[in-house]
């Protein structure tokens, strides 16, 4: 499977100050990649379909400006937290879709160690 | 829509006993099945799917999980349990139906698995 890292693993930041989170694709170029964000004890929430050289797609309820995400290369997604406040505080997870060719329903998802964000 | 059902908050096993996570799932069109596992503050790890074909998946680390259509089932299993198989558990699913071009899986709210020695 794909090999998904992230940086930071955590980070700790004041309110109103703003966070990127970075998802690389290792071995595979993704053209899709995935955020997700995850309460305590809780599942992963979809937040954002990022696809290489387009816009992102937020569902519904997301801020798209607040949760900025850039796609520019084939290895590389962002997500920057922007004017963060405690209630963002979160596990972030990317993840990256990988298929041979067009994208398939039946491809898997192979997912980043994730971000602890903490915002003070 | 689409949608998963973990009916377990958690599951209690001894090392060396069999042991089975339950998953349901609905869907409108052909269910595609996954499990996966998350180990504390980590990511998910993939372990396995299902597509179509044989109803009997074998995956990762000695998992497997067998596809039930009629009672929309998608149990994860194993013969013997580990403690280092304790982590946090989820099954997900992605419809065909939910709209062209619909990559998204929608998970269930995760089983946290015990082994105790």
């Known amino acids: 499977g794909a090999v998904v890292s992230q940086h930071p693993s955590w980070v700790i930041c004041k309110s109103g100050t703003s966070v990127k989170i970075e998802c690389r694709s290792l071995?595979?170029?993704?053209?899709?990649m995935f955020w997700y964000r995850q309460f305590p004890k809780q599942s992963l929430m979809l937040m954002a379909t990022?696809?290489?050289?387009?816009?992102?797609?937020?569902e519904q309820g997301v801020e798209k400006d607040k949760f900025l995400i850039n796609h520019a290369s084939l290895t590389l997604s962002t997500l920057t937290v922007t004017s963060a406040h405690p209630e963002d505080s979160s596990f972030y997870i990317c993840s990256v879709q990988t298929s041979g060719g067009a994208i398939s329903v039946t491809d898997t998802q192979y997912f980043g160690p994730g971000t602890r964000l903490t915002v003070l | 829509a689409q949608s998963v059902a973990q009916p377990e908050d958690q599951v209690n096993v001894a090392e060396g006993n069999p042991l089975t996570v339950k998953c349901t799932y609905s869907v409108s069109g052909n269910p595609y099945l996954f499990w996966y596992v998350q180990y504390p503050n980590r990511g998910l790890q993939f372990l396995l799917k299902?597509?179509?074909?044989?109803?009997l998946v074998k995956g990762s680390y000695g998992f497997e999980a067998e596809f039930n259509k009629s009672q929309t089932s998608f149990h994860l299993k194993k013969p013997s349990a580990l403690v280092s198989d304790s982590a946090l558990y989820f099954c997900a699913v992605r419809d065909i139906l939910s709209g062209a071009g619909s990559y998204q899986l929608t998970f269930g709210k995760g089983t946290k698995l015990s082994v105790i020695p």
């Open positions: 990022s696809n290489e050289g387009s816009k992102a797609t937020y």
């Open positions: 071995d595979f170029q993704a053209t899709t």
């Open positions: 299902y597509i179509t074909g044989d109803n």
